[in-house]
C-alpha cells in the first residue's frame, strides 16, 4: 500500500470508531443521578415483608397508564399524591407483576395541601402515614424506592409523562428513559445492637439519714422504626420525648447543683433503645439493674410524643386511676399544666400478663411492680409498629434555642436500631449530652431479642439513563453499514485499482467436469 493510502485508511478507521463511540453515547446518555431510599426489608416471625428485593433495571413509566398496561418490566415513578393507593393495594393482594417503584416525595412533607382544600386525608403527612402502614405490613416482591423531589426528577417526569401520552409504553422498542439501580442481593444484618444511655443526679440525704433516698426515673426511647430506614428520623416519635429528657436533665442539674435546691430524690435519667420492638431495650435496661435499686424507684415517668401543636396531654397508667399514688401525680400535673394552659386527662390500661406485648414503655416497668406512666400527646396506644417515627414524622414547630438545636438534630438522624451501630456519632454525642447535666453516665450495650430479622441496603443511587428506540438502532446500523461499504470501495480503488473491486464482486465462471 502506499504511503497516501495508509493515511487515508488511517484516517477512515479513526472516523469509523469515532462515528461508533458517537452512537454509544448516544444510547446511553445519562440523564441524572439521584440518591434514593429503599423500602425496608425484614422478617418477622418468619414472615417476610417490606420489599424482597433491591435491583432496578427497567424502562420507566408514569401515571396515567394506558388500558391494560404491562407494567411487569418497567419502573413507575410516581409523586406521592399521585399514587393510588388502590392501585398498589391492588397489585400486592393479586400479586401482579411490576418492575419497580420510584415514590417522590415533596421536601416538606408537613406542608398543607396546596389545593387549599380542608380535607386532612390529601395532605402529604397523612398520605405517607397511610401508605407507609400499607409498604411496611406487607411483602412487596419489586423494589420499591423513595426520593425527594428535584429539578432533574421533574423535568423526568415530565419526559415520561409526554412518551406515555403519545399511547405507547416505554420499551426498548420505543426507547425512553431506563432506571437503574445497581445492588446486590440484601444481606441479613447479624446481631443487631440496642444500646440504652443512663444517668444519675444523686438527692440530698440529711445528717446521720442512713437510709437510701427514693429514685424518680424520667425515660425516653429515642430510637424510631419506618418504611425507609435511612429517612426515619422520628421528630415527634420520639425525638420530642428524648430531646425533652435532655432538657429537663440540664435545668435539674442547676437546681441539683447547690445543697439549698437539691431534692431528697434521687433522679435517673434513661435514654433506651428498642422502642419499637416491644420496648425491648427497657426490659433488658431494667434487668440489668441491681433489685435493690429497682426497689429504690418510687416512680417513673415515660416520655412519649409530647411534642404535638395541641394543648393535650395524656397520662397513661397501669394502675387504676383511684389509686391514691396515682391519683396525687395526677393532681400534681394538672395543677402545673393548669398554669400553662395545657389541658392533662388520664387514661387507664390494665396490663395483660399473660400477653408479652406492651403497648406503652411504662408497662415494662408495671411488669417490674414499679409504678409507672407514660405521658404523651396520644390519647390511645398505637398499633405495632405504628407511630414509631417513620417518613411522616419530620418536623415540629419548638422555638426555645436548647431544644431547638436538639430537635434539629433528631430531625436529620436515621435511628433505627439495628443499623445504628453502638459507637454511632449520634448515640456519642447522646452520651456527652447527659454527661454534662449528670453523673455516673454509660452506656449499656446489648442485642435486639424478639422475632425480628433485618436486612442492609437501605439506600443506593439511581441512574437514568437516555434511551434510543429499535428503529434509531436500525436506521444507526444501516448508516454505518452504507459507510463502512463506501469505504472499503475507496480503499480498494486507491490501493488496487477499480478493475480489483470490479473482480471483488463478479461472479466466477462455473467449472464443468468433463465426463469420463
Known amino acids: 500500500m502506499s504511503p497516501s ?46 420489599s424482597r428485593a433491591a435491583a432496578l433495571n427497567h424502562h420507566a413509566a408514569a ?21 393510588p393507593l388502590a392501585f398498589l393495594r391492588e397489585y400486592l393482594a393479586e400479586k401482579k407483576h411490576l418492575g419497580g417503584l420510584l415514590i417522590l416525595l415533596p421536601r416538606n412533607i408537613s406542608a398543607k395541601n396546596v389545593e387549599g ?89 440529711g445528717e446521720g439519714d442512713a437510709e437510701q433516698l427514693p429514685t424518680i426515673a424520667i425515660v425516653a426511647n429515642y430510637d424510631t422504626f419506618g418504611a425507609a430506614p435511612a429517612l426515619s428520623v422520628g421528630s415527634d416519635s420520639n425525638g420530642s420525648g428524648a430531646v425533652a429528657l435532655l432538657e429537663i436533665a440540664r435545668i435539674f442539674s442547676r437546681l441539683y447543683s447547690s445543697p439549698k435546691t437539691r431534692g431528697k430524690f434521687n433522679l435517673l435519667f434513661g435514654l433506651t433503645s428498642g ?39 395524656w397520662m397513661h397508667v397501669s394502675k387504676p386511676p383511684e389509686n391514691p399514688y396515682i391519683k396525687q401525680i395526677f393532681e400534681d400535673f394538672s395543677d402545673v399544666s393548669k398554669e400553662m394552659g395545657i389541658s392533662v386527662g388520664i387514661k387507664h390500661k390494665k396490663i395483660n400478663v399473660s400477653n408479652s406485648r406492651v403497648a406503652w414503655e411504662h408497662e415494662q416497668f408495671s411488669r417490674f411492680r414499679v409504678t409507672a406512666l407514660t405521658l404523651s400527646e396520644l390519647s390511645t396506644p ?14 415540629l414547630a419548638i422555638s426555645p434555642h436548647y431544644i431547638r438545636s436538639w430537635l434539629d438534630l433528631f430531625s ?43 436486612y442492609d441496603a437501605t439506600k443506593s443511587t439511581l441512574n437514568v439513563y437516555q434511551v434510543a428506540s ?16 463506501v469505504l472499503f470501495s475507496f480503499l480498494v480503488i486507491t490501493t488496487r485499482g477499480l478493475d480489483d473491486l470490479i473482480n471483488i464482486f463478479r461472479r466466477p465462471p462455473s467449472r464443468k467436469v468433463k465426463g469420463a
Open 63 to 83: 401515571f396515567p397508564l394506558p388500558a391494560g398496561a404491562d407494567l411487569s418490566r418497567s419502573a413507575l415513578v410516581a409523586p406521592l399524591l399521585d399514587l
Open 275 to 313: 422502642g419499637p420492638y416491644n420496648y425491648n431495650g427497657t426490659s433488658k435496661w431494667l434487668r440489668s439493674f441491681d433489685q435493690r435499686v429497682r426497689e429504690s424507684i418510687d416512680y417513673a415517668i415515660c416520655l412519649n410524643s409530647v411534642g404535638s401543636w395541641s394543648h393535650d396531654l
Open 470 to 485: 429499535v428503529t434509531f438502532d436500525l436506521l444507526f446500523l444501516l448508516v454505518l453499514g452504507s459507510y463502512l461499504i
Open 117 to 205: 382544600n380542608n380535607d386532612d386525608k390529601g395532605e402529604p403527612k397523612n398520605v405517607l402515614a397511610e401508605l407507609e402502614k400499607l409498604l411496611m405490613h406487607e411483602e412487596v416482591p419489586f423494589p420499591v424506592y423513595f426520593a425527594f423531589h428535584d429539578d432533574n426528577l421533574d423535568n423526568l417526569l415530565a419526559d415520561i409523562r409526554k412518551i406515555a401520552s403519545s399511547g405507547q409504553p416505554a420499551s426498548a422498542s420505543t426507547g425512553g428513559y431506563k432506571l437503574v439501580v445497581p445492588s446486590a442481593e440484601p444481606k441479613k444484618v447479624s446481631s443487631p445492637t440496642i444500646s440504652n444511655i443512663q444517668g444519675w443526679l444523686p438527692g440530698s440525704k
Open 412 to 454: 436529620r438522624t436515621p435511628r433505627v436500631a439495628p443499623f445504628l451501630q453502638k459507637n454511632d456519632p449520634f448515640i456519642v454525642a447522646l452520651k456527652k449530652e447527659l454527661s454534662e447535666h449528670t453523673t455516673d453516665v454509660h452506656v449499656q450495650n446489648d442485642v435486639l431479642d424478639g422475632m425480628f430479622t433485618f
Open 5 to 50: 493510502g495508509e493515511v487515508v485508511a488511517s484516517v477512515s478507521s479513526a472516523l469509523a470508531v469515532l462515528l461508533v463511540l458517537l452512537a454509544c453515547v448516544e444510547l446511553g446518555d445519562a440523564a441524572a443521578a439521584v440518591g434514593v431510599y429503599r423500602l425496608i426489608q425484614y422478617d418477622l416471625a418468619g414472615a417476610p415483608l417490606g
Open 382 to 395: 398505637p398499633e405495632f409498629l405504628e407511630s414509631t417515627g417513620g417518613l411522616y414524622d419530620t418536623s
